[in-house]
């Protein structure tokens, strides 16, 4: 099984319904991230958890809501979303939480492309 | 304004051409990471760069870290259409990786 794993790849939703984007890491890492990704911005950094605990909200509107069950999966809860939210979404894992140490880095998944109608 | 800008945002070349992208920031950072998007895959980490002045080599890649920690560069030599792809720069402030928005590399056969 490859590091990071995203479900479903591709997801259209209309803006009155609710789905949920599914990620798992097989790597080990103690702390895993969700990304937002839109044409020609750069990566938004959405929500963070380290040992399952949500240690960063980036002001994310509340219809974006993240559950973390156990180190290995993390979830994001959609409902009511609207057509400027379809995008690339990213999950990544790390071992520890901060980042860009040497050794450091995000794992990234293959993502959710999201469109919603 | 964006932290970590890249340029150019578009660049597409024939096989055997050789580019290099740049990514410049008026702030220091401790270190800084290249990253490659194929369509359809997440970013991949390609180098990180922590010492001022640093040159680090990837097979055709050569990375390049500005003797004040504000800027980067990515040069690639003879490029392949397997080159094609998305490249991300990325750095940390205040423990949080901040990424650039992205140079679209295209190299046509």
């Known amino acids: 099984e490859t590091g990071v794993t995203q479900t479903p790849r591709h997801l259209v939703m209309g803006m009155t319904n609710k789905k949920s984007l599914k990620c798992e890491q097989h790597?080990?890492?103690?702390?895993m991230y969700w990304y937002k990704q839109s044409a020609k911005k750069p990566l938004e950094l959405m929500f963070v958890?380290?040992?399952?605990?949500?240690?960063e909200n980036n002001s994310v509107p509340s219809r974006f809501s993240p559950e973390c069950p156990n180190s290995s999966h993390l979830f994001l809860h959609l409902h009511t979303l609207q057509p400027e939210d379809s995008a690339l979404y990213l999950c990544?894992?790390?071992?520890?939480?901060?980042?860009?140490?040497?050794?450091?880095?995000?794992?990234f998944g293959p993502g959710t492309r999201l469109t919603v109608t | 304004t964006q932290l970590l800008e890249q340029s150019p945002q578009f660049l597409s070349i024939q096989e055997g051409e050789n580019l290099t992208v740049y990514c410049n920031s008026s702030?220091?950072?401790?270190?800084l990471q290249w990253y490659r998007q194929e369509p359809g895959e997440g970013p991949v980490l390609l180098v990180t760069v922590v010492t001022g002045g640093e040159v680090k080599k990837l097979k055709r890649l050569t990375f390049q870290f500005g003797d004040a920690r504000k800027d980067s560069s990515l040069h690639i030599t003879a490029a392949q259409p397997g080159d094609t792809g998305l490249y991300l720069c990325?750095?940390?402030?205040?423990?949080?990786?901040?990424f650039g928005q992205g140079t679209t590399l295209q190299v046509k056969p």
């Open positions: 958890y380290s040992l399952e605990e949500r240690v």
């Open positions: 790597l080990g890492h103690n702390a």
């Open positions: 990544a894992s790390s071992q520890e939480m901060f980042l860009g140490l040497a050794g450091s880095h995000p794992n």
């Open positions: 990325a750095a940390t402030q205040g423990g949080k990786l901040i």
């Open positions: 702030s220091v950072f401790s270190s």
